[in-house]
C-alpha cells in the first residue's frame, strides 16, 4: 500500500487519479481522503464578463497504476532549489502606450484590438478572468497566472479562457493546489488569473503565427506587469515559447518534455511549465508529468 500524506491523497483526486487501497482493510483503518474546498462564487465580477460556464464534470478516471506514476514523477522534482534555479534574461522595459495603461484601459485597448487580421474573425477578444479588481482600473489580487495559447471556438463565442472540457480540467488541477479562478476569501494565495498568449481566435483554432505572437506580446507583458504574480504556470507550447523566447535560446525547437522541471523567468517572475489540458484529455499518462508540475509551481510559490 502506498504512504500517502492527506495532501497527497487530495491532489490526486482532484486531478481524476483514483487511489486503490487494499480491499482487506477493516472501515476505521481505511483512510480518509480529504476534500479541498471549493472556490465560492463570489457576488463581485470576474475580471473579464462572460456568460457562466457549463456544469463542471467528472474528471477522468485513470488506472489504479497512474497513482504510483504520479507520485514517482513528483518526487523526481524533489531536488534542491540551488541545482533548479535558472539564469533568468534581465528584464525589458515595455515601451509605447500600452506600458502607461491600467488594468481597465489595457482591457479596453485589448478589446479595440486591430494590430492584425484575428480582429476580422473573431466574435469575441478574450482578455482573461480571475477575481474583481481590488479597486477600479487596477488589477485583482492573484499569487497565481495560469498563461494558456489561445481561444478556441467556445472561448471565441464566450469571451473567457479555458471554457468546456479543458477548462473543467484546468479549473480541476488549481482545486488540487487550493486555487481557483475567483480566489477563496479574497486571499491572493488561493487566486489565479487565467489569460492566453493571443487575445483573439485564429480561424480553426490553427497555431497561432509568430507574428500573431508578437503583436499580443505587449498585452500579456502588461498583464503580468500589473498583476504581479507570484509564479506563472505556463501551459502548452504556445505558451512557453512566448514566455521563455528570452531566456531560452533553443525555446522555439525545444520539446516542451525537456523544458519542463526547471523553474525559469519571465521578467523577473518564476515560471513552470507543463502541458496543455487539452492535450492531457488525450494523452492522459501524461496527467502524471503534469500533477509533478503542479508540485513543483507550489514549492516554487513557497520559496517566493
Known sequence: MMDLDNRQRAMLAEMGVPVWWPQNLAPEEMPAVPVVAAAETPAAPAVAAAPARAASQAPHALTPEFAVQALAA??????????????????????????????????????????????????????????????????????????????????????????????????????????????VDGKPQHA??????????????????????????????????????????????????ALLAESVPDVQSAPLGRLRGTPYRYHGVPVVVTYHPAYLLRNLPDKAKAWADLCLAQRVWREG
Open 74 to 183: 513528483a518526487a523526481a522534482l524533489e531536488r534542491p532549489a540551488a541545482q533548479r534555479a535558472p539564469t533568468s534574461a534581465p528584464a525589458v522595459a515595455l515601451s509605447g502606450p500600452v506600458a502607461s495603461l491600467n488594468w481597465a484601459e489595457l482591457q479596453t485597448a485589448v478589446a479595440q484590438c486591430e494590430a492584425c487580421s484575428l480582429c476580422k474573425t473573431r466574435k469575441n477578444t478574450v482578455f482573461g478572468v480571475g477575481p474583481a479588481p481590488v479597486a477600479e482600473g487596477q488589477p485583482p489580487h492573484a499569487d497565481w497566472l495560469i498563461v494558456g495559447e489561445a481561444p478556441g471556438e467556445n472561448e471565441d463565442i464566450q469571451g473567457e479562457p479555458f471554457v468546456g472540457q479543458a477548462g473543467r480540467l484546468l479549473d480541476n488541477m488549481l482545486k488540487a493546489l487550493g486555487v481557483s479562478r475567483n480566489g
Open 192 to 241: 489565479a488569473c487565467v489569460v492566453n498568449v493571443l487575445k483573439c481566435r485564429p480561424p480553426g483554432n490553427r497555431n497561432p503565427s509568430p507574428e500573431e505572437v508578437a503583436l499580443c506580446a505587449p498585452f500579456l507583458r502588461r498583464q503580468v506587469e500589473l498583476l504581479q504574480p507570484k509564479v506563472i504556470l505556463a501551459m502548452g507550447r504556445f505558451a512557453v515559447q
